[in-house]
């Protein structure tokens, strides 16, 4: 079965990501239950939106590149945390139990959301 989730590995498959029209940045931990859960909400969406590019990033094994996002988006890390991009801007980002397929899916396909009002 085909991962809908992508791993982001390294910054410069980080610049291709900012670089593109749209995407969602997820930030896991595996040793966490709250990413355990808010995983299959962004899987979910994944799956039932598979022409917007998922990328998922370990917190715990890419610390460095996870605190690379966080200083080039400008937003505090947390985890879990999922950010959507539009044309390398943040869209929309949430963490902890705002982490839902509902939320991603308002955030990715309202063109004029508000990353604080979703």
Not at 16 to 33: D, I, N, Q
Not at 48 to 75: G, W
Not at 111 to 118: A, L, Q, W, Y
Request: glycine content about 2%; charged content about 25%; proline content about 6%.
């Amino acid at each position: 079965m085909h991962d809908p989730i992508m791993q982001l590995r390294d910054k410069t498959e980080l610049d291709e990501v900012l670089r593109s029209p749209s995407a969602v940045l997820y930030k896991h931990s595996p040793r966490c239950g709250i990413c355990t859960a808010a995983l299959l909400e962004v899987r979910h969406f994944a799956d039932t939106h598979p022409e917007i590019p998922v990328y998922q990033v370990d917190v715990l094994a890419q610390r460095t590149l996870s605190n690379a996002i966080a200083d080039r988006l400008a937003i505090r890390h947390k985890s879990p945390q999922a950010i959507v991009l539009r044309e390398g801007a943040v869209a929309w980002h949430g963490a902890h139990f705002r982490v839902s397929a509902q939320a991603l899916e308002k955030a990715t396909l309202q063109r004029d959301t508000d990353p604080s009002t979703v």
